[in-house]
Nanobody
Framework: QVQLVESGGGLVQAGGSLRLSCAAS????????MGWFRQAPGRERDFVAR????????RYADSVKGRFIISRDNAKNTVYLQMNSLKPEDTAVYYC???????????????WGQGTQVTVSS
């Protein structure tokens, strides 16, 4: 059973930075891809970024491209989301997820963390 625990959320002013972490309870080699998603109140869960454990190939949503960076530390079984130049519209609960496929669809990820709140004030 893969367990994912996010941390690093908080309140930040617009233009600031935060780094989210997602620690996996076991090496997710059996789950090829780690993703970050976010959900704002009244909205669907949206794809933010993903990374493959092997090779580190990444993909980003257009809304965060150039501002956010996803990375992973295989030795620590941890995935990070460095968020720079934050905007109020980035405010949401951020979730990490593990899955088999290089997809942006939330339903195709098998395991989810509990989420961490990110609030960006204007």
């Amino acid at each position: 059973q893969v367990q994912l625990v996010e941390s690093g959320g908080g309140l930040v002013q617009a233009g600031g930075s935060l780094r989210l972490s997602c620690a996996a309870s076991e090496h997710t080699f059996s789950r090829n891809v780690m993703g970050w998603f976010r959900q704002a109140p009244g909205r669907e869960r949206d794809f933010v970024a993903r990374i493959a454990w092997s090779g580190g190939v990444t993909r980003y949503a257009d809304s965060v491209k150039g501002r956010f960076i996803i990375s992973r530390d295989n030795a620590k079984n941890t995935v990070y989301l460095q968020m720079n130049s934050l905007k109020p519209e980035d405010t949401a609960v951020y979730y990490c997820a593990a899955g088999w496929y290089t997809t942006t669809t939330p339903d195709e990820y098998d395991y989810w963390g509990q989420g961490t709140q990110v609030t960006v004030s204007s």
